[in-house]
């Protein structure tokens, strides 16, 4: 709830306030001037996009930060990046040219990447006793993780649905005189709030359930401050991921919503190289941690073949 408080909500309003004061321009006004409709379903796909938060913690649990990251967040790229096109009947542009093409095959390569590391975990499965596997994840569970895996990146595919739905926002916050690097950071004002409203009330509920409401002031006041400034720091450096790639994907061209795949392919590189120094593979084959090893290599790989592509797409190929 504390980090929540500063990534879905301080965070967001301090970097648009600080690129609405640069560009002299009231951030209120913008926001009051934004279309309705889109300014509701930026707000839906985030409440919706908070579900998929609750329940990737899950993944976790199940089945450890390598594997979970990369099978919850492959579903999150798939969706993410191919759904939006289709819904606003851009998706042909993928195939009309070379520089379509390159594209599409890097978010091809990515998501095949997504499915090497998934083949990792289910040899790993099939390798290791339930013991060894619990003693690196105490809840090990293939099946279970499978299908949270299956539900929790279908729900967080809603917050490329929801950088989809602001564009507007975005598009009168550059016409205000936003920079355009800028542009996109009213829009997460409006979908993380929808995110910080499916967390607070579960948050709520957990603390009336448990009678844990007065932990939020219940321990010594210096450990209390540590604790509040730990979160707060967590909270805003979650946030900084979504500034910066809502600043990418200004970047991306006609193709920007390629820069899902991207987003999704590192993070997922990352929480494979900390499930690694974890020992979470310790005790598999040498074939195992091959594979695992590609599945972090190929995404990396696919990112410049979708940097390639909107290359020849400015250049007009």
Known sequence: MVAG????????????????????VDLVSILGASP??????????????????LTFGLSMRYLGMSLGYALALGYCAAFGT???????????????????????????????????????????????SNEAKQAAIRE????????VAALAGVMSACMAFAIAAGEPIGRLALSRGFDPLWQNTPVFI????????TNALWCLFLNA?????????????????????????????????????????????????SSWSIHMAFIIVFSNVWGLALAEWRGVSRRTLRTIEAGILVPVFSTFVIGAGSYLQSRGW
């Not at 009309?96 to 998501?111: E, N």
């Not at 090990?140 to 299908?147: D, E, H, Q, T």
């Not at 409006?190 to 409203?197: K, S, W």
């Open 82 to 128: 191919v759904i939006p096109p289709i819904f606003q009947g851009r998706f042909h542009d993928l195939l009309g040219g070379l520089s379509g093409r390159v594209t599409l095959g890097g978010v091809v390569l990515c998501l095949a990447g997504i499915a090497v590391c998934g083949r990792a975990g289910v040899m790993k499965e099939r390798e290791l």
């Open 140 to 147: 090990f569970s293939f099946v279970k993780g499978i299908w």
């Open 209 to 257: 359930r448990n009678g844990t409401g007065a932990d939020y002031l219940g321990c010594r006041p210096r450990r209390l401050l540590t604790n509040y400034i730990l979160s707060a720091t967590a909270g805003t450096t979650w946030y900084m991921q979504f500034m910066f790639y809502g600043m990418g994907k200004t970047q991306m061209g006609r193709f920007d919503f």
């Open 5 to 24: 408080v500063f990534s879905w909500i301080v965070a967001p309003w301090a970097a648009a306030g600080i690129a609405a004061r640069a560009a002299g």
């Open 36 to 53: 309705r409709e889109s300014l509701l379903w930026a707000y839906v796909f985030g409440v919706m996009w908070g579900v998929g938060g």
């Open 190 to 197: 409006v979908i993380l709030a929808g995110g910080f409203t």
